[in-house]
């Protein structure tokens, strides 16, 4: 069993590997396994975190954007060369199956190499003047300070894809990573760091709601972008607006699966398999919903529950296994909750619906299939686990009021052989990421990622609208003669 990992604050420049309180971090595959001890921070850190980052801002703005985005595109191919270290970590501190780490690893390179690629292109327009003799432009620029605070579910492409144009666009960044993958984030800072980064630019704070409320609540981060949970998000969002602190959100799902009575059913339901049981259900852009036109719902459920049975638990790095642990206790027992509830609602569990006996050195629980009503908790709420509804529809209509009938919006999918349909929906679904039969996940590296309604707040991420988020932009008008 390899040595726990020992983390630390990386806060003004320097390493602080001490605290007076400690985060354990245990495998979630095998309890008994610690992967990572880190520092458990607070106010106290944040600040001086922000002290270094605030110090280091003008340095850092006067790095012209070329050279900013060669810095990180050095981090991406480091990044490259420890693919397999990262993703072997990644796997034992968060659970995820080795092949899925292999590939959230890629991901961030795809981002960073795509964010890298900015520094060359991060202009204004010159417009034509309104006025003769006036010459006039836009210009982008740093925005400062920002806090980064990350979720557990994707612990190196999620902080990579905020990390990179945030350097690139010339702003020092905090980075507070969820307190469940400290020795991933220490490996993302380490890259960035190495490739360049000067070390005043990035800091590292560990910890959880004590770190990430001090740093929303500093006037000198001029913007805080967060990836989480929605009920955090709008907390965040409340507490910024009352400075006037500009934000991005990315929070959680509900995301449907249309199935319509035409579509080639085997290949909705491997979709579906993917979409909802894919790094264990613990995606914001999980199929949580297969909303399945009546004619085709017996046949597309048997199925489903056929390959949802079948399916494979086990530890990440074992071979042929096909879903892995969720992440911590709080996590199981939240997702034990939700199925519990919606047997006692009325909800048919027709797969899984338990802890498997064979795995109780980890936090397993079976791939699940419940039979529910549109109107009942575990159709309308996130689960954040390998649960998934399926929910009849009488039509296309109906299937379409269903999908738009939840608080959220991030991405959805339709099967269909019908092409007028298919833009209907691409037209009426309210979500932010649409794929026509294709697993309804998130997108390619360079296209904008997020969502709708409850779902996103501000700039998307990732592709170029996130410049909006990470530079100010300014209209300048000189006169020629
Ligand atoms: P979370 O909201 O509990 O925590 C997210 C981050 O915020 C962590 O770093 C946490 O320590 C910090 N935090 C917690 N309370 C805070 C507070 N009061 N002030 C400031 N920071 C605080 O979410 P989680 O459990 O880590 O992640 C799961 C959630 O993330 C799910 O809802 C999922 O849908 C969502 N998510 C969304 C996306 C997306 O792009 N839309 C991507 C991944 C995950």
Redesign the pocket.
Known sequence: MPNPITCGHHIAGRWEPTGAREILRANPADTGELVARAPEGGAPEARRAVDGAHAAAEKWRKVIPPERGKVVLRAARLLEDRLEEVATLLTREQGKLLAESRAEVKRAIDIMEYAAGLGRRLGGQTLPAEAPGVFCYTLRQPVGPVAL??????PVA?PCWKIAPALVCGDPVVF?????TPATAVRVVEIFLEAGVPPDVLSLVH???A???A??DDPRIAG?S????????M??NA?AARRMARTQ?????KNPQVVLADADLASAVEACITAAFGSTG?????TSRAIVEKKAAAEFTDRLIARATALRLGRGDAAGVEMGPV?DNH?LAEVEGFVDRARRDGAEVVAGGGRPQDLANGHFYAATVVRARPEQEIARE?V?GPVLSVIEAADFEQALRIANSVDYG?CASVFTRDIGRALTFVDRIEAGMIHVNRPGL?GFAHFP???LKH??FGAR?VGEDTLGFFTDLKSVYIRQE
């Not at 507070?176 to 469940?180: A, D, G, I, R, Y």
């Not at 967060?226 to 998000?233: E, L, N």
């Open positions: 605070l990350t979720p557990w579910n994707f999620i507070k990573p969820s307190p469940l910890g959880g709601a770190v990430g409320t740093l929303v805080i967060f990836t989480g949970s929605t009920k955090v998000g907390a965040i507490a959100l990315e929070m959680g799902g613990q995606r914001c852009t999980a992440v996590r996130e954040f991030l998130g990622f997020g969502g779902s996103s991420e």
